[in-house]
């Protein structure tokens, strides 16, 4: 459906403002669910879509939640599994340093036969989101559209888009990412810190198989890691002082794999550039609170966390899954879905979580990006601890792949 079709008439349940994966997965759910649902996208349909060489670590309850989408049988063959995560305390370069890993052995027998995660290309994964999008009846998806302006009342709220056109609804969702335009009208303030540091990202073809194994060596300026993607391929991510990661992505192919195999033939093998290279600034931002009047905020919008083990998106997916119950909690009660002892629920699920995973994955980038005397020995028993102890390996596993029995139900 696009912008041109009628909105619908009266209120209706939920608006989801922000279409990337965070958005168009809560909305294709909460229809699934029998909630009346508006998308607001403001990508233009008519525009060949940016170049985008990410790569998402996708764990085993979030896959599940997307599975609940309908995308899985889209995804076939362009996403790699997940078997194991490896992290190595490189210090200055010392590849041989103690290393922690686990498996999928480390968790719970999936019934569906599931590994860890899925590796899942970022534009393919969008692509196959807005294909079921497009699908899904009772669904209106409103290209083009941007959102201006939100007033909220005792029992509703309304939506005004730049067209002058209005909206009413119960509940918004704000997945309109880390400069949210909703949550900015609402007046929520957001804190964090800017690392001064930037991620080079590209996409690389591997000299030696990667069996699946998501591996990230910490060295004193910050972690490289490689992502398994098909055909022995990986997805790299380097962190990096600012401007350097910048002034690396601007430099030829070939200087660029010289500088890399320089540094990290070592630890990954050799690389070969593959495909277009990028960078991106490195912030922690998270908004003082998960929810406003007759509006909650998922994913970026809420809390954009240093990627180091690839959760950022993760805890976007669990957002939804918990607003998703949270909503049919509030209809199972004879209550709307934006009412206030709603969003109250979903805020003491989510805030605390979120904000903790944040500031656990701030803490190891302090811990680890530093080549500190005192703090190295500790880092090595640490991770020896975490690899040779079976209890706390498993609950590593459980935790980092979302396999847990207090998660949304979408996930379990």
């Not at 960078?279 to 909650?296: D, H, I, K, N, V």
Request: proline share 6%; net charge negative.
């Amino acid at each position: 459906m696009s912008k041109a079709a009628a909105l619908p008439d009266g209120i209706v349940d939920l608006v989801v403002v922000g279409a990337g994966p965070v958005g168009t997965s809560l909305a294709i759910l909460a229809v699934k669910r029998g909630f009346s649902t508006v998308l607001i996208d403001a990508r233009d349909p008519s525009a060949v879509p940016a170049t985008d060489t990410r790569t998402f670590a996708i764990v085993r309850g979030s896959w599940r939640l997307l599975g609940a989408t309908g995308i899985h049988p889209l995804l076939d063959g362009v996403t790699e599994p997940l078997n194991g995560l490896e992290a190595v305390d490189g210090g200055s370069h010392a590849f041989g340093a103690p290393s922690v890993i686990f498996a999928n052995e480390d968790l719970p027998e999936d019934a569906a036969g599931e590994p860890l995660g899925q590796m899942v290309p970022a534009a393919e994964l969008q692509a196959a989101l807005d294909e079921v999008t497009g699908k899904t009846e009772g669904l209106t998806w409103l290209r083009g559209a941007r959102f201006t302006g939100i007033k909220t009342g005792p029992a509703s709220a309304t939506l005004t888009l730049e067209d002058g056109s209005r909206i009413e609804t119960r509940l918004v969702a704000a997945c309109d990412g880390v400069n949210s335009s909703v949550r900015t009208a609402l007046g929520i303030p957001t804190e964090g810190r800017d690392y001064g540091k930037s991620v080079f990202a590209a996409n690389v073809k591997l000299s030696e198989p990667h069996g699946g194994i998501a591996r990230q060596l910490f060295t004193p300026e910050g972690p490289f890691a490689t992502l398994p993607m098909p055909d022995n391929r990986a997805n790299l991510a380097w962190y990096m002082k600012r401007g350097a990661a910048e002034a690396l992505a601007k430099l030829p192919v070939a200087e660029i794999e010289a500088e890399l195999n320089d540094r990290f033939a070592g630890f990954a093998g050799a690389m070969a550039i593959d495909g277009p290279v990028t960078a991106y600034p490195l912030r922690m931002q998270l908004a003082t609170a998960m929810t406003g009047p007759r509006t909650a905020l998922l994913g970026d919008a809420a809390h954009r966390i240093n990627p180091l083990a690839g959760q950022g998106l993760n805890l976007g997916i669990k957002d939804v899954g918990a607003l998703i119950d949270v909503m049919v909690e509030a209809r199972d009660v004879g209550l709307d879905p934006g009412a206030d002892t709603a969003l109250e629920r979903y805020q003491q699920w989510r805030r605390f979580d979120a904000n903790g995973m944040a500031l656990f994955m701030d803490v190891l980038d302090r811990a680890f990006s530093n080549d500190n005397a005192v703090l190295k020995p500790l880092r090595g028993l640490a991770m020896i601890a975490a690899s040779k102890i079976g209890p706390l390996r498993r609950a590593m596993a459980r935790q980092a792949s979302a396999d847990q029995a207090h998660l949304p139900s979408l996930m379990r």
